[in-house]
């Protein structure tokens, strides 16, 4: 089982940037790809970014070129850089592993308001 932590949320403007980081514990973080989801209130949780063990990426259409996904497997974390927020990527941010999905973490809120 692996367990995830994840941080750096909080309130941007429009426009603004964050970064986000998901920190996970147990053996098989390097063996998977990972991905960081999001659920808006009201809303399904959708899958915005992935990861391959290779460092191969893709990215959901609504996040495309303004997200950049990166893990160090070395630190076990999984990393994502948001530009250009818009107050649609309001959202509680999750990382798990998308074809093993584990226990899912507490998240980090991100809020995008002027």
């Known amino acids: 089982q692996v367990q995830f932590v994840e941080s750096g949320g909080g309130l941007v403007q429009p426009g603004g940037s964050l970064g986000l980081s998901c920190a996970a514990s147990?053996?098989?973080?390097?063996?998977?790809?990972m991905g960081w989801y999001r659920q808006a209130p009201g809303k399904q949780r959708e899958l915005v970014a992935t990861?391959?063990?290779?460092?191969?990426?893709n990215y959901a259409d609504s996040v495309k070129g303004r997200f950049t996904i990166s893990r160090d497997n070395a630190k076990n974390t999984v990393y994502l850089q948001m530009n250009n927020l818009k107050p649609e990527d309001t959202a509680v941010y999750h990382c798990n592993l998308p074809l093993v999905p584990q226990v899912w973490g507490q998240g980090t809120l991100v809020t995008v308001s002027s």
């Open positions: 147990g053996s098989i973080f390097s063996i998977f790809s």
């Open positions: 990861i391959t063990t290779r460092g191969s990426t």
